[in-house]
């Protein structure tokens, strides 16, 4: 029988312990300055820049870590610093992750360096796919991509919203409507270089949490991108759109769209985000409960402390397992049978919400306050049962993929 092991190997410690040591020396100490300016951290993404942290190559190696437990390893110690700053230094991936997931060899060696730039010159990406009418329902995009076959370009019309780095951004990743007719199989990822006319950014919003990261509306007015701007190409495009239209009048399965695709290989890393939150709070409650004394006693004492403090440090670990799995098998090629990638995502995210408030509940009065940074965790933790398919969305893909059924 195979060997089989959940330890780490040294290398996956030494990243970890390298990035561990970045979060608590310079996320940490700057996070609550920057929760409170709520704008982006850019002398920490240029210090991350300047170790490697945030570079290309730091996170290829890591996402091509053959068992698969790179990137959660690397996003559970960066969101136990500090979720806004930590969604700052990786919110490029997902625009980046959306340029690997359905882009060439050319396209992907051009156009992922230049999000990133350089520790002398910082830039970041945004991958822009929610809009005002159509977040969970992707159907229900709008903006449009029409080919202007003599020019050889794409004109892209309409409005994102929710884009991190939107608007900031050096190199922009949007998900628009090529085919009405098509729905959700009717969309293409294009590439909007740095400086192109006609788009700008909208609203800026001001949230609840994580607030060192940039989030705002994209606006995109006539936008004309070469055609070599496609994600994939014109070819394959016209190939995918021509199966589906066949699928379509001959009643088929449903395919995945550009957003879903991107959105399917980074759920797992983002429920790891919400891992490195929860673990974060839960810390913070274990230490405050061993040293905080009420009675003549610590309150971990008291069975009502130490139980929820047992239970969050066991849905932590449950969590984490999750994530863990579903990045080996996202890496092994093992498919998705059961959502396991939503599942990861689903009960990290809960999780995380869940901790967060014990959290504050044990540190009672204190925990209320900006004293501690549990109350900036919670508030943190919020969005991931939200935000890259809200909680009740990855229920709707656990419950197709176990029954076989189109469940609305």
Not at 107 to 115: A, C, D, H, K
Not at 333 to 357: I, Q
């Amino acid at each position: 029988m195979g060997d089989f092991s959940l330890e780490l190997n040294d290398d996956q410690k030494g990243v970890r312990d390298w990035v561990h040591g970045f979060a608590a020396d310079v996320m940490r100490p700057a996070a609550a300055e920057w929760d409170e300016r709520e704008e982006t951290p850019w002398p920490v993404i240029q210090e991350a820049a300047k170790i490697g942290l945030y570079s290309m190559d730091f996170y290829a190696q890591a996402f091509f870590d053959p068992t698969g437990l790179g990137i959660p390893v690397a996003m559970e110690e960066l969101f136990w610093g500090d979720a806004g700053i930590g969604l700052s230094i990786v919110g490029t991936t997902l625009a980046a992750v959306g340029v690997l997931a359905n882009g060439t060899e050319e396209q992907i060696g051009t156009w992922v360096p230049q999000m990133f730039g350089t520790a002398d010159d910082v830039k970041v990406a945004a991958f822009c796919s929610s809009e005002p009418d159509a977040g969970s329902d992707v159907s229900a995009m709008r903006t449009r991509a029409v080919y202007d076959e003599a020019k050889d370009e794409w004109v892209l019309n309409g409005t994102k919203t929710w884009a991190t780095n939107g608007g900031i951004a050096n190199v922009h990743v949007v998900v628009a409507v090529v085919d009405p007719e098509l729905g959700a199989r009717g969309q293409a990822s294009f590439i909007v270089p740095p400086g192109t006319p006609g788009l700008s950014q909208g609203q800026k919003f001001k949230k609840h949490g994580i607030r060192a990261s940039h989030t705002a509306e994209v606006v995109l007015d006539g936008v004309r991108v070469p055609g070599s701007c496609l994600l994939g190409g014109k070819e394959k495009l016209d190939e995918r759109l021509a199966r589906a239209r066949e699928k379509q009048r001959a009643g088929g399965k449903r395919t995945k769209n550009a957003a879903m695709a991107t959105f399917e290989a980074s759920r797992p890393a983002v429920g790891a985000q919400a891992v490195g939150i929860a673990r974060a709070a839960y810390e913070v409650a274990l230490d405050y409960a061993k040293t905080r004394v009420q009675f003549g006693r610590p309150i971990i004492d008291n069975q009502g402390v130490a139980f929820t403090l047992a239970d969050m440090r066991t849905r932590i670990d449950a969590a984490r397992l999750l994530v863990w799995r579903a990045s080996w098998m996202a890496t092994a090629g093992k498919p998705f049978t059961a959502a396991e990638g939503s599942m990861s995502k689903l009960y990290a995210g809960e999780t995380a919400k869940w901790v967060t408030a014990q959290a504050m509940q044990i540190l009672g009065g204190n925990g209320f306050t900006r004293e501690y940074p549990v109350e900036r965790m919670h508030r943190d933790a919020a969005i991931y049962t939200i935000f890259e398919g809200t909680s009740e969305i990855q229920r709707l893909v656990i419950a197709r993929s176990i029954s076989g059924l189109p469940i609305r």
